[in-house]
């Protein structure tokens, strides 16, 4: 199967790199504080979701009630603890197969962006490597509404100019899949709960197979 694109908008996390290990050592340094059960099962329906909303998902099991004021200074605490075990962080961390694929989609010709829910999005691109490399970069600053809504997605086809129509997504959570074919994009599955959750296009056998379909 081939597809017909333009632009090529990629997830960040799982898709071009891997930070979940560091999302949940973030999560359960708070959760513990907080006397909150967390476990990686809990940690698995934060894929994909804004660090609010996530933060909702776990103060579910909590016995107690949280002031707005509170849980943003939660949610703060939580960002500076991911944000320094990103630190470790480096080139490394960006596999040759992404960054020889990545080159070689360039070379075709095509618009590569980015549509991540993050707001650590540019961090971790230059803790990889990668700080200069995508045509235009949507994330967490970016939005008011995290996916399954399409915001960050038509945000970042709009950065390149690109209609949804002729821009493909890859991603590895279902609701970036929900996402992408909310706002009229073809839905490419990598990895993660996207893969083989029946509303995508495409299911990637690996981040290479984009270059035997696009």
């Given at each position: 199967?081939?597809?017909?694109?333009?632009?090529?908008?990629?997830?960040?996390?799982?898709?071009?790199?891997?930070?979940?290990?560091?999302?949940?050592?973030?999560?359960?340094?708070?959760?513990?504080?907080?006397?909150?059960?967390?476990?990686?099962?809990?940690?698995?329906?934060?894929?994909?979701?804004?660090?609010?909303?996530?933060?909702?998902?776990?103060?579910?099991?909590?016995?107690?009630?949280?002031?707005?004021?509170?849980?943003?200074?939660?949610?703060?605490?939580?960002?500076?603890?991911?944000?320094?075990?990103?630190?470790?962080?480096?080139?490394?961390?960006?596999?040759?197969?992404?960054?020889?694929?990545?080159?070689?989609?360039?070379?075709?010709?095509?618009?590569?962006?980015?549509?991540?829910?993050?707001?650590?999005?540019?961090?971790?691109?230059?803790?990889?490597?990668?700080?200069?490399?995508?045509?235009?970069?949507?994330?967490?600053?970016?939005?008011?509404?995290?996916?399954?809504?399409?915001?960050?997605?038509?945000?970042?086809?709009?950065?390149?100019?690109?209609?949804?129509?002729?821009?493909?997504?890859?991603?590895?959570?279902?609701?970036?899949?929900?996402?992408?074919?909310?706002?009229?994009?073809?839905?490419?599955?990598?990895?993660?709960d996207a893969a083989g959750c029946g509303l995508e296009d495409y299911d990637l056998a690996s981040f290479s197979d984009l270059l035997n379909i696009l």
């Amino acid at each position: 199967m081939k597809f017909e694109k333009k632009a090529i908008i990629f997830d960040l996390d799982g898709v071009i790199c891997f930070t979940d290990k560091y999302h949940y050592q973030a999560w359960k340094m708070l959760a513990d504080r907080l006397g909150i059960y967390f476990d990686e099962k809990i940690n698995n329906r934060l894929r994909g979701v804004s660090r609010m909303a996530s933060l909702e998902i776990i103060l579910e099991r909590s016995t107690k009630e949280y002031t707005p004021e509170e849980k943003e200074a939660f949610a703060a605490e939580k960002n500076e603890n991911y944000r320094e075990l990103l630190k470790n962080m480096s080139p490394a961390d960006l596999s040759d197969e992404v960054k020889n694929t990545l080159d070689e989609l360039r070379r075709r010709g095509y618009k590569l962006t980015i549509g991540s829910s993050s707001k650590n999005t540019k961090f971790i691109l230059s803790r990889i490597g990668l700080s200069d490399f995508f045509d235009a970069i949507a994330d967490g600053t970016d939005i008011t509404r995290s996916k399954p809504d399409p915001e960050v997605f038509l945000i970042s086809a709009a950065k390149v100019g690109i209609d949804p129509a002729d821009c493909a997504v890859v991603e590895d959570a279902k609701a970036g899949i929900q996402a992408a074919k909310a706002g009229g994009m073809t839905a490419l599955a990598l990895f993660g709960d996207a893969a083989g959750c029946g509303l995508e296009d495409y299911d990637l056998a690996s981040f290479s197979d984009l270059l035997n379909i696009l």
